[in-house]
């Protein structure tokens, strides 16, 4: 099976401006969950999509969202860029369904780099 | 709150020799750990995961309630065990992981 896929790779974008990332799971996959990873805080969860609805959300502000499609192809959407929000943001896709409260490994991608000039 | 600690951000180990990467967690609930590994270019991927109780790659972790702890161990480290290793935790229903900071082990010929 082909691995979960990110694009674009890398990205530059200015203060103010706004920024989509796109990602495509595990075929099979239901869940896609998005990561931020920054030398400061490490690895955080931003939220988690199953079947076209969000599931669950860490504790980040309004301004980072993301959607999933039909197809289970998901993308985040970050507004009004901060110098904050440059980080690598990785996704990951598992199965997502629940035997007995356990979920199916995460595999992820490869991730996108987000500069913030 | 649930809290993931990994005390060591860098450990260095000569080829041969024991490794522990240590990770204690914080939890009210019965959590799931796992061991996520990322070599130098690669993604980020599962190493291993408590429930299945699985060896991978000669490495082994023990879900240790009392002290809340899921230390890693391999008896006899490798050139190509140097990689990046986050300890990481799942809630009770929810699928969402929540990682240490990581440790980068260097393992010296």
């Known amino acids: 099976k082909a691995g979960v896929t990110q694009t674009p790779r890398y990205l530059i974008k200015t203060r103010g401006q706004q920024v989509t990332l796109s990602c495509s799971p595990i075929?099979?996959?239901?869940?896609v969950s998005w990561y931020q990873q920054t030398p400061g805080q490490g690895l955080q969860f931003l939220f988690e999509?199953?079947?076209?609805?969000?599931?669950n959300k860490g504790n980040f502000p309004g301004r980072f969202s993301g959607r999933q499609f039909s197809n289970s192809r998901s993308e985040m959407n970050v507004s009004t860029l901060e110098l904050g929000d440059s980080a690598l943001y990785l996704c990951?896709?598992?199965?997502?369904?629940?035997?007995?409260?356990?979920?199916?490994?995460?595999?992820f991608g490869p991730g996108t780099r987000l500069t913030v000039l | 709150a649930q809290r993931v600690t990994q005390p060591e951000k860098l450990l260095s180990v000569f080829k041969g020799a024991p490794v522990e990467l240590k990770c204690n967690y914080s939890?009210?609930?019965?959590?799931?750990l796992f061991w996520y590994v990322q070599y130098s270019r690669q993604r980020l991927q599962l190493l291993l995961r408590?429930?299945s109780r699985e060896s991978i790659k000669g490495f082994t972790a023990d879900l240790n309630k009392g002290e809340t702890s899921f230390h890693l161990k391999k008896p006899f480290a490798q050139e190509e065990d140097s990689a990046m290793y986050y300890c990481?935790?799942?809630?009770?229903?929810?699928?969402?992981?929540?990682f240490g900071t990581g440790t980068r082990l260097t393992v010296i010929p």
């Open positions: 990951a896709s598992s199965a997502g369904t629940s035997g007995g409260l356990r979920f199916g490994t995460q595999y």
């Open positions: 075929s099979g996959h239901r869940s």
């Open positions: 999509y199953f079947s076209e609805t969000q599931r």
């Open positions: 939890y009210s609930g019965s959590p799931e």
């Open positions: 408590h429930i």
């Open positions: 990481a935790l799942s809630l009770t229903g929810a699928n969402n992981l929540f």
